[in-house]
């Protein structure tokens, strides 16, 4: 696959011009950081966990309005279950844990 990773950083006002412009030019996808992540909300199809999270990070321009999701929770989630941690609440299940010590 041929890819390259090229930095845009458009108007506050012409995030729609510009996904249309990424689009036309066959732009397959883009990601998107502060200060746009909440701007582009109104623009994009922004699936459940972008939606819950108010935060777009990821958009694909194959349809228009473009799809958007955010990776970064399951991003967060992957590296807390990776230390170890116990998640809140998960504790009280766990069998020798609280009232049986």
Do not use: C
């Amino acid at each position: 696959m041929e890819a390259r990773y090229v930095t845009f950083t458009p108007s506050a006002d012409g995030l729609e011009d510009a996904l249309r412009g990424a689009a036309a030019l066959g732009i397959r996808g883009l990601n998107v950081t502060i200060p746009f992540k909440q701007a582009v909300l109104p623009i994009v199809d922004a699936d459940t966990v972008a939606s819950r999270v108010g935060a777009v990070n990821t958009i694909t321009l194959d349809t228009w309005p473009p799809r958007a999701t955010n990776t970064d929770v399951a991003g967060v989630a992957r590296a807390l279950s990776h230390q170890g941690g116990e998640k809140e609440g998960e504790e009280e299940g766990k069998e020798g844990r609280n009232g049986g010590r």
